[in-house]
């Protein structure tokens, strides 16, 4: 797959603000607390309320709550559910073997591409919810629903719910200080369980490289959650921290490490597809074609040696060829320049490169695609 240069999740200076904006049930709160608002995916979205770096720390120390309703909320239901999501989706729906189970899956177009990423609860035998990224839900619904037109499902889309992700070792404590009681049921949920409550659903997920919940909730609810989780103690926290948090911890974003042109046995996600029978998903035969010819390219991170920060769309000079930065930025944890960057396979940890930045040549070094988690180091 070719190399594909993209630009940084929160370059500020290249949004701009447009009169036609989409807003989330919290924009007037967003407002009212003194947010800096730009255009993201076309709504109108808090990157931070203060100081970016601050809000960092609170989700890597305490915990933050982040406003993530501009993503998109979609239910699959009907007597051949989970047949279709066994053709529709990469990884196996039949691994979810309870009520509440969730899974980390792909949307793969016939060429084996990232239509998107997600994730997928079982809600009953007979109903499934999926969570979308912002800027692919309408293109991810109009292919969800040529492809259901075989199968007895129904497709809908859920705008009237919204999303609050609250994350940081202490996200445990505020639910359990929560009101009703019922809240504290939830912090007994295992990784990519879900459980309901009020007419929420409470996810162990989240994007920071933390522990925390993801809670789906109507959005006339949307705004007393939001102000019960910050009385209990969470930081409002913006989308440039959310992009520093999940770019330590290693974590993909569509449209820089994955898209519908990269294969994601170039994006470290093989351990998404299941192929290990005959079932006969979309995009699977691309993968195996891709898989019997080989990889020429991997998913690595990068540790800046010199001083400068990495940004993505750098180019990368190792000793088997050229490669790409894919995310870059200053990690307020390790007070480095990370980033991820796709380069030709062969190239170990450890070894180094060099990253090209405005036009220097700058000495970096090759790890493991995840430099933070917990809040501790994984950069040695």
């Known amino acids: 797959m070719p190399l594909k240069a993209h630009r940084t999740l929160l370059s500020i200076r290249d949004y701009k603000l447009t009169s036609n904006l989409k807003t989330t049930t919290l924009n007037k709160t967003h407002h009212q607390m003194g947010a800096r608002l730009v255009d993201f995916g076309g709504y109108e979205m808090p990157v931070n309320y203060g100081s970016q770096i601050e809000e960092h720390h609170a989700v890597r120390t305490a915990c933050g709550v982040f406003d993530v309703s501009h993503m ?5 239901t009907g007597p051949d559910t989970q047949a279709f999501l066994l053709k529709l989706l990469a990884n196996d729906v039949r691994r979810l073997n309870r009520v509440g189970a969730g899974q980390y899956s792909l949307l793969l177009n016939e060429a084996g591409g990232v239509i998107d990423d997600l994730i997928l609860y079982k809600l009953r035998t007979d109903r499934y919810r999926i969570v979308v990224n912002c800027g692919n839900k309408e293109t991810d619904l109009d292919w969800m629903k040529s492809q259901a037109a075989k199968f007895e499902v129904q497709v809908a889309a859920r ?3 919204g999303i609050l992700a609250l994350q940081g070792p202490k996200s445990v404590a505020i639910l359990e200080a929560m009101e009703p009681s019922g809240w504290a049921e939830a912090s007994k949920l295992k990784r990519f369980q879900m459980s309901s409550l009020e ?3 409470v996810a162990r997920t989240g994007y920071t490289g933390e522990d925390g919940f993801e809670i789906i909730c109507p959005n006339d609810r949307i705004e007393r959650l939001w102000a019960e989780l910050i009385e209990h103690g969470a930081v409002a926290a913006g989308l440039g921290a959310r992009d520093t948090l999940r770019l330590e911890a290693g974590y993909c974003l569509w449209g820089h490490e994955m898209d519908q042109s990269v294969s994601p046995l170039a994006a470290n ?3 998404t597809i299941q192929m290990r029978d005959d079932r006969d998903f979309i995009g699977r035969a691309a993968l195996q074609e891709q898989k019997n010819q080989g990889v020429t390219e991997q998913l690595v991170g990068l540790v800046l040696e010199d001083k400068g920060v ?3 769309g750098c180019e990368v000079e190792t000793a088997a060829g050229t490669g790409l930065v894919t995310s870059g930025s200053y990690s307020p944890t390790l007070e480095k320049s990370i980033a991820l960057a796709r380069i030709p396979v062969g190239v170990e940890s450890g070894s180094k490169v060099q990253v090209l930045v405005r036009n220097r040549k700058l ?4 790890t493991k695609p995840a ?3 917990n809040g501790k180091s994984l950069f040695n």
Request: net charge negative.
């Open 363 to 366: 000495n970096a070094r090759v």
């Open 371 to 373: 430099f933070v988690s």
């Open 72 to 76: 998109g909320v979609v239910d699959v």
């Open 269 to 271: 996600l093989s351990w």
């Open 159 to 161: 705008p009237e719910m």
């Open 310 to 312: 990495i940004r993505d």
């Open 199 to 201: 007419h929420c659903c």
